[in-house]
């Protein structure tokens, strides 16, 4: 299942998942850091949903209150809440 996550706060603007359950097979980034955004989906895919939560939802980017993991974690929380129905 593929799912679009529209973020906020964040200089990227866009955030693909594609989870199998609620495992993260795919991630990708619409504009940010090009360095951060090819590194991060590389360390979450095949974790599984809550994996992802532990270890990047909270993370604040320059005082933003949110950075592209941490949106990446609300993303993959939405991708998976919407494959359930």
């Given amino acids: 299942m593929s799912y679009l996550y529209q973020t906020r706060g964040t200089c990227s603007t866009l955030i ?3 989870l199998d ?3 993260v097979k795919n991630v ?3 504009g940010g ?3 951060n955004l ?3 989906p590389r360390l979450v895919e095949g974790l599984t ?3 992802v939560e532990q270890k990047i939802s909270g993370i604040s980017c320059n005082g933003r209150g949110t950075s592209c993991g941490d949106q990446l974690a ?3 929380r939405a991708a998976y809440e919407a494959s359930l129905g």
């Fill in 16 to 18: 693909e998942v594609e």
């Fill in 21 to 23: 359950g609620n495992v």
């Fill in 33 to 35: 850091c090009n360095g």
């Fill in 38 to 40: 090819q590194a991060i």
């Fill in 49 to 51: 949903v809550e994996q």
């Fill in 28 to 30: 990708k980034f619409t």
């Fill in 74 to 76: 609300k993303a993959c």
